[in-house]
């Protein structure tokens, strides 16, 4: 499985931004999606995923301003970022987990776009 994410940039803080992860497979099947996002000099953290079934974890950093979603249809999801603060700037990545048969669950991951929220 390949991950394109797209839609990072520059926004002031208050401002919005919307991601957008284009997967090479159907991901109507997917166990779930996600996004995790790495600031400078710290770990990568989740800040979302969505399941199949649609059931949606957030960070609690982010709950309330982002929202993730999936479009099976075009193969690609989402992550809405509204009231973007400067400690949201990172690089954002998403992932795929795919239940694969005789090995169990694995973790694919796209590569990362960057967001900076100046204040």
């Known amino acids: 499985v390949q991950l394109q994410a797209s839609g990072g940039g520059l926004v002031q803080a208050g401002g919005s931004l919307r991601l957008s992860c284009a997967a090479s497979?159907?991901?109507?099947?997917?166990?779930?999606l996600g996004w995790y996002r790495q600031a400078p000099g710290k770990q990568r953290d989740l800040v979302a995923t969505?399941?199949?079934?649609?059931?949606?974890n957030y960070a609690d950093s982010v709950k309330g301003r982002f929202t993730i979603s999936r479009d099976s249809a075009n193969n690609t999801m989402y992550l809405q970022m509204n009231s973007l603060k400067p400690e949201d700037t990172a690089v954002y990545y998403c992932?795929?987990?795919?239940?694969?048969?005789?090995?169990?669950?694995?973790?694919?991951w796209g590569q990362g776009t960057l967001v900076t929220v100046s204040s």
């Open positions: 992932t795929a987990t795919v239940d694969l048969p005789r090995k169990g669950k694995y973790l694919y």
């Open positions: 497979e159907n991901i109507f099947s997917m166990y779930a």
């Open positions: 969505i399941t199949n079934g649609r059931t949606t």
